[in-house]
């Protein structure tokens, strides 16, 4: 069974950064791709970034791009994602997910599997 475990989330004012980690167990994940989920109070959930396990492609959303990236460690089977300029509207709590077949996509209804979430708060 796959399992996904995210941390580092936490509370931090405009401006600041911040770095999650999503832990990744119970399978092989060579073809597999790796997003990244926030879902804000009130609001559907909205994609973020991607990566591709083999070969490191990645894709973000338009309000990240430039301020998140998104990379992944085949040591540890962990995919990060470094959040900097942080903005009052990127607080929500963020979700780790993975997509055993791939390809690229930022469609929620296509990752198979599904972290707890951690909340990540920017202060104004």
């Known amino acids: 069974q796959v399992q996904l475990v995210e941390s580092g989330g936490g509370l931090v004012q405009t401006g600041g950064s911040l770095s999650l980690s999503c832990a990744a167990s119970?399978?092989?994940?060579?073809?597999?791709?790796m997003g990244w989920f926030r879902q804000a109070p009130g609001k559907a959930r909205e994609f973020v970034a991607a990566?591709?396990?083999?070969?490191?492609?990645?894709i973000y959303a338009d309000s990240v791009r430039g301020r998140f990236t998104i990379a992944r460690d085949y040591a540890k089977n962990t995919v990060y994602l470094q959040m900097n300029s942080l903005k009052p509207e990127d607080t929500a709590v963020y979700y780790c997910?993975?997509?055993?077949?791939?390809?690229?996509?930022?469609?929620?209804?296509?990752?198979?599997?599904w972290g707890q979430g951690t909340q990540v708060t920017v202060s104004s």
């Open positions: 997910a993975v997509d055993l077949k791939g390809p690229l996509r930022t469609g929620a209804g296509f990752y198979d599997y």
């Open positions: 119970g399978s092989t994940f060579g073809t597999a791709v």
């Open positions: 990566i591709r396990w083999g070969g490191g492609f990645t």
